[in-house]
T-cell receptor
Framework: DGGITQSPKYLFRKEGQNVTLSCEQN?????MYWYRQDPGQGLRLIYY???????QKGDIAEGYSVSREKKESFPLTVTSAQKNPTAFYLC????????????FGPGTRLTVL | GESVGLHLPTLSVQEGDNSIINCAYS??????FIWYKQESGKGPQFIID?????DKRQGQRVTVLLNKTVKHLSLQIAATQPGDSAVYFC???????????FGAGTILRVKS
């Protein structure tokens, strides 16, 4: 089965702890993205990576960090510096070329207690 | 009818009717547009896309219309079904083409 997997589906953490969200794809896509979604709102871009070992900040990168050591993996760390980390986090990937859609994973709902 | 809620506008339609969801995009340099459907608690799912060299594209039960003059995009769903109930997002590729800019979304509710 080809696709994007995110784990876990639900994640609970105590305030002040860093937490890493997993995103894996076996679509052989070069580009990968992380979005945050708050209840009743749209998607906001946190970080994106167009190629291995390279990534760029999106619109709301503060308090987050990423790495892209392998083509198929793009983990997101939510640090203690992120003031309101409770949200639904979505990972996406995109194949080569400008006119291709992004494929999304099922999402991870992070709740910070 | 259509109303603006606290966060997202909501469109309520009767099962079997046609639905039209509208989106105003922001960047005149955008040349690629996508509609996504998101069911509660799930990731967005691709519905249909269109490039700026077209003004209409049809899929299965869905049609996307693009009006570049007024920077407007619409999604038409024929014979709306209860399974179509979801949040619908439009997205544009913006000035750089390597990332998408998403609209706020519209809630579609289908009444049986």
């Amino acid at each position: 089965d080809g696709g994007i997997t995110q784990s876990p589906k639900y994640l609970f953490r105590k305030e002040g702890q860093n937490v890493t969200l997993s995103c894996e794809q076996n679509l052989n896509h070069d580009a990968m993205y992380w979005y945050r979604q708050d209840p009743g709102q749209g998607l906001r871009l946190i970080y994106y990576s167009q190629i291995v070992n390279d990534f760029q900040k999106g619109d709301i990168a503060e308090g987050y960090s990423v790495s892209r050591e392998k083509k198929e993996s793009f983990p997101l760390t939510v640090t203690s510096a992120q003031k309101n980390p409770t949200a639904f986090y979505l990972c996406a990937s995109k194949g080569g070329g400008l006119y291709n859609e992004q494929f999304f994973g099922p999402g991870t709902r992070l709740t910070v207690l | 009818g259509e109303s603006v809620g606290l966060h997202l506008p909501t469109l309520s339609v009767q099962e079997g009717d046609n639905s039209i969801i509208n989106c105003a995009y922001s960047n005149s340099a955008s040349d690629y547009f996508i509609w996504y459907k998101q069911e509660s608690g799930k990731g967005p799912q691709f519905i249909i896309d269109i490039r700026s060299n077209m003004d209409k594209r049809q899929g299965q039960r869905v049609t996307v219309l693009l009006n570049k003059t007024v920077k407007h995009l619409s999604l038409q769903i024929a014979a709306t079904q209860p399974g179509d109930s979801a949040v619908y997002f439009c997205a544009e590729n913006g000035a750089y083409g390597n990332k998408l800019v998403f609209g706020a979304g519209t809630i579609l509710r289908v009444k049986s």
